[in-house]
């Protein structure tokens, strides 16, 4: 029988891959990690890791583990906190934020629902940049956000929206003039780069280093913010992987929307750090699902 801090361990070093931010998510030594993550080896029977200086890498059989455990935990979290909930009711203050005007009106639909169902406990709406946005709930500043998938590190609630994938360019440039692009062009331009601070696995999903084909994707310059990322991109400085709805919240005629049209679509739902996963969290969760119905193709979604 595995003990629940050995479970929680391992799932958050198979998500992280990193001892040292492991760590400082279960607030521990990389030490005890280590430790904790041997002494697990040797009751399995197995490596669940692969180590080397420079990065840690899941095993076949560690995989395997950590897709039978997450759901067991979450669904035994999620009783609980049911328990929880109709035992004492919701109440306390919950702290949610949104990224961009364009995700308010989902959150606001969530909030409203949420506040009929549970009117004793206060929630505080919040803005962030993408440059805080991961901090916010790291800290604990912020309870759940309204984010673009994915968002590695954190725990993830249904998809509430959905948009195609559009390449923005500066209104310059040669491809300004297209109906549509292919994601090869990307090997063909700079890519304008998030914030170093943006969760690494959705930095590879809107600016990846290499194209479907496998040709190389040059890196352009970061912005700080959503706004500043295309200003670069009207200096010609590069182009960006956007949401349609880019094109409607930030209309600029020195930029170009070009849908890409063997990209996958964006989604986007609330996200929350997984060691605050509390009745109030699952519970404006379940309201802003409930809240909010999926809408493609641009219409209710956000852009970022």
């Avoid at 609630?157 to 500066?170: D, F, I, N, T, Y």
């Avoid at 440039?173 to 601070?197: F, H, N, T, W």
């Avoid at 040709?215 to 990322?229: I, L, Q, S, Y």
Wanted: glycine share 8%; aromatic share 6%.
């Amino acid at each position: 029988m595995l003990e629940r801090h050995e479970v929680e361990t391992f799932l958050t070093l198979a998500t992280e891959l990193h001892f040292g931010r492991t760590a400082e998510r279960l607030r521990v030594t990389t030490g005890r990690i280590s430790h904790v993550i041997k002494k697990l080896e040797r009751r399995i029977g197995a490596p669940l890791f692969e180590r080397t200086s420079r990065q840690v890498r899941i095993t076949a059989i560690g995989r395997q583990l950590a897709d039978e455990l997450a759901p067991l935990v979450e669904q035994m979290d999620a009783a609980v906190l049911r328990a929880v909930s109709a035992g004492r009711g919701v109440t306390g203050r919950l702290r949610v934020a949104f990224l961009g005007e364009y995700v308010a009106p989902v959150l606001s639909k969530a909030v409203a629902l949420f506040t009929t169902r549970y009117p004793d406990c206060d929630v505080e709406v919040h803005e962030v940049q993408l440059y805080n946005s991961r901090a916010s709930l790291l800290d604990g500043s912020i309870d759940v956000l309204i984010a673009a998938y994915p968002f590695d590190g954190m725990s993830c609630g249904p998809a509430l929206m959905v948009e195609r994938r559009m390449l923005a360019v500066a209104a310059t440039d040669a491809l300004a003039g297209r109906e549509s692009v292919s994601l090869e062009v990307l090997a063909e331009r700079p890519v304008i780069q998030y914030p170093e601070m943006t969760s690494a696995e959705f930095k590879r999903d809107r600016t990846p280093d290499r194209t479907p084909s496998g040709r190389p994707v040059p890196r352009g310059p970061a912005g700080r913010t959503f706004t500043e990322m295309l200003s670069l991109v009207a200096l010609g400085r590069g182009v960006l992987p956007v949401g349609e709805l880019t094109r409607a919240y930030h209309p600029r005629p020195d930029i170009a929307y070009l849908p890409i049209r063997d990209a996958p679509p964006i989604e986007r739902g609330p996200v929350w750090l997984p060691a605050n996963t509390t009745a109030r969290v699952l519970e404006f969760v379940r309201a802003a699902a409930d809240a909010n119905s999926i809408s493609a193709g641009g219409s209710g979604a956000a852009s970022a």
